[in-house]
């Protein structure tokens, strides 16, 4: 079912109204549809180059409204909408315990969802349920969607098609390392 859903919304990059379809695949995957908005962009960024920048605003716009969504949901209907949402992503199990840490680091946690594959759609909903402040939760949201929708559309701006195979299949472990790296580095700057 998820490769026919893939499919399906990869066939929008090819539709008149692809920058539609890229807004609300951006604005729904942030709280609750699997399918990352990157499907999209990366296709239509190919194949317009000179709107690679309007995709990305596009893309960022439309996750932002989409993740306030998602902390509309946490905060207003956790246990009839979120919940299910996170049990079917299967992380019901550690929601007690991620609510007591996840303030303490709740801009780290928006940040690193943002922009690494970890499904940004949880931690929408895990902001609005801890009830992370709203200011924080939308700052980091821009900074993180920004980076990674724009990081995305400048490399396939930059290296057309040849780097796109890179960005499907490692982008996600890039700035998952590069995450790693910065939290390792504040980490060692505390404790020396």
Same mark, same amino acid.
């Given at each position: =079912?998820?490769?026919?859903?893939?499919?399906? &919304?990869?066939?929008?990059?090819?539709?008149?109204?692809?920058?539609?379809?890229?807004?609300?695949?951006?604005?729904?995957?942030?709280?609750?549809?699997?399918?990352?908005?990157?499907? #999209? @962009?990366?296709?239509?960024?190919?194949?317009?180059?000179?709107?690679?920048?309007?995709?990305?605003?596009?893309?960022?716009?439309? %996750?932002?409204?989409?993740? #306030?969504?998602?902390?509309?949901?946490?905060?207003?209907?956790?246990?009839?909408?979120?919940?299910?949402?996170?049990?079917?992503?299967?992380?019901?199990?550690?929601?007690?315990?991620?609510?007591?840490?996840?303030?303490? =680091?709740?801009?780290?946690?928006?940040?690193?969802?943002?922009?690494?594959?970890?499904?940004?759609?949880?931690? &929408?909903?895990? %902001?609005?349920? &801890?009830?992370?402040?709203?200011?924080?939760?939308?700052?980091? %949201?821009? #900074?993180?969607?920004?980076?990674?929708?724009?990081?995305?559309?400048?490399?396939?701006?930059?290296?057309?098609?040849?780097?796109?195979?890179?960005?499907?299949?490692? #982008? !996600?472990?890039?700035? &998952?390392?590069?995450?790693?790296? @910065?939290? !390792?580095?504040?980490?060692?700057?505390?404790?020396?």
């Amino acid at each position: =079912m998820i490769r026919r859903l893939y499919d399906w &919304t990869l066939a929008w990059a090819q539709h008149r109204h692809a920058v539609w379809a890229l807004a609300v695949v951006a604005f729904v995957e942030s709280s609750f549809f699997p399918i990352p908005p990157d499907i #999209l @962009l990366i296709p239509m960024v190919l194949a317009c180059p000179r709107k690679a920048w309007l995709y990305a605003s596009v893309a960022l716009l439309a %996750s932002v409204l989409g993740g #306030l969504l998602g902390y509309g949901i946490g905060a207003f209907a956790f246990d009839s909408i979120g919940e299910p949402i996170l049990s079917a992503l299967g992380k019901d199990h550690a929601m007690e315990e991620f609510a007591t840490r996840f303030n303490d =680091m709740g801009f780290w946690a928006v940040l690193t969802a943002g922009v690494t594959p970890f499904p940004y759609k949880v931690i &929408t909903i895990m %902001s609005g349920w &801890t009830g992370m402040p709203l200011f924080t939760f939308v700052a980091t %949201s821009i #900074l993180a969607r920004g980076l990674r929708f724009f990081l995305v559309a400048a490399l396939i701006y930059r290296f057309g098609a040849p780097i796109r195979t890179f960005i499907e299949r490692r #982008l !996600g472990l890039m700035f &998952t390392l590069a995450v790693a790296l @910065l939290f !390792g580095g504040f980490a060692l700057v505390r404790y020396l």
